[in-house]
């Protein structure tokens, strides 16, 4: 049991960093055409904001579930 949880991660895992890439691409894109170059760094910032707060929400369930 424990090993197909192993092998599923394991496949998921390229999969959310190629959907990562193509939604970022985008949004990148986006961003370009409608507020230029100078807005780029300002919307990766968001992103990687986001990106901190989601791991920090993930890692607080984690330890919770731990706990129990």
Do not use: H, Q, W
């Amino acid at each position: 049991e424990n090993s197909d949880c192993v092998s599923l991660a394991s496949s998921l895992s390229p999969v959310c960093f190629n959907l990562g890439i193509a939604l970022g691409s985008s949004y990148g894109s986006l961003v370009m055409d409608k507020a230029g170059y100078g807005m780029l760094g300002p919307a990766g910032a968001v992103f990687a904001v986001l990106a901190v707060l989601s791991s920090a929400i993930l890692r607080t369930m984690e330890m919770k579930s731990r706990s129990e």
